[in-house]
T-cell receptor
Framework: SQQGEEDPQALSIQEGENATMNCSYKTSINNLQWYRQNSGRGLVHLILIRSNEREKHSGRLRVTLDTSKKSSSLLITASRAADTASYFCATDNYGQNFVFGPGTRLSVLP | GAGVSQTPSNKVTEKGKYVELRCDPISGHTALYWYRQSLGQGPEFLIYFQGTGAADDSGLPNDRFFAVRPEGSVSTLKIQRTERGDSAVYLC?????????????FGDGTRLSIL
């Protein structure tokens, strides 16, 4: 079974609004990563947060991690139509392989 | 520079046939991962290589699936006696080293359709 579960499954917002996606996981982790996938393409790495970090920023992206709740959130500020994609969290589960959640499908309407 | 390249981009074959999917990672990346992705789902881990050796093949669904990376660069995923349930997008990713702190670089995948 998959380690991470993103919430919501789908999200539709207007351009300029903020988008928040959540990821919950089951077991302890070392690192959590967020990826984006455009339709028909491979995944693109967005940001990595380590288990001893609580918040990280990269451009319009803000990621938080709460290890006590086993959850992470990805915030995209001032969204653009080009942000339309599926977003996945991936956890390393203290191992060498990665476990991805089912993803959140984000639609940003112009 | 060049990213991860996967060939073919699409493969359609009949049930029972043998298929090979190729992945050409980013030059210098020692870790290589194979995933399978069904429609509307996240990537499902199959196997990963550190150099030439398969470090973890726990995700391979059964013995019809096999992967090699003989020279520590290009990898081939081989599927014997294909079944309709094998239809999916097969993704390859590489990273500079193994480890959960390494970002993975993905190819665009091979879309496999078993008729």
């Amino acid at each position: 079974s998959q380690q991470g579960e993103e919430d919501p499954q789908a999200l539709s917002i207007q351009e300029g609004e903020n988008a928040t996606m959540n990821c919950s996981y089951k077991t302890s982790i070392n690192n959590l990563q967020w990826y984006r996938q455009n339709s028909g393409r491979g995944l693109v790495h967005l940001i990595l947060i380590r288990s001893n970090e609580r918040e990280k920023h990269s451009g319009r992206l803000r990621v938080t991690l709460d290890t006590s709740k086993k959850s992470s959130s990805l915030l995209i500020t001032a969204s653009r139509a080009a942000d339309t994609a599926s977003y996945f969290c991936a956890t390393d589960n203290y191992g060498q392989n990665f476990v991805f959640g089912p993803g959140t499908r984000l639609s940003v309407l112009p | 520079g060049a990213g991860v390249s996967q060939t073919p981009s699409n493969k359609v074959t009949e049930k029972g046939k043998y298929v090979e999917l190729r992945c050409d990672p980013i030059s210098g990346h020692t870790a290589l991962y194979w995933y399978r992705q069904s429609l509307g789902q996240g990537p499902e881990f199959l196997i990963y290589f550190q150099g030439t050796g398969a470090a973890d093949d726990s995700g391979l669904p059964n013995d019809r699936f096999f992967a090699v990376r003989p020279e520590g660069s290009v990898s081939t995923l081989k599927i014997q006696r294909t079944e309709r349930g094998d239809s999916a997008v097969y993704l390859c990713a590489s990273s500079l080293m193994t480890g959960g702190n390494q970002p993975q670089h993905f190819g665009d995948g091979t879309r496999l359709s078993i008729l």
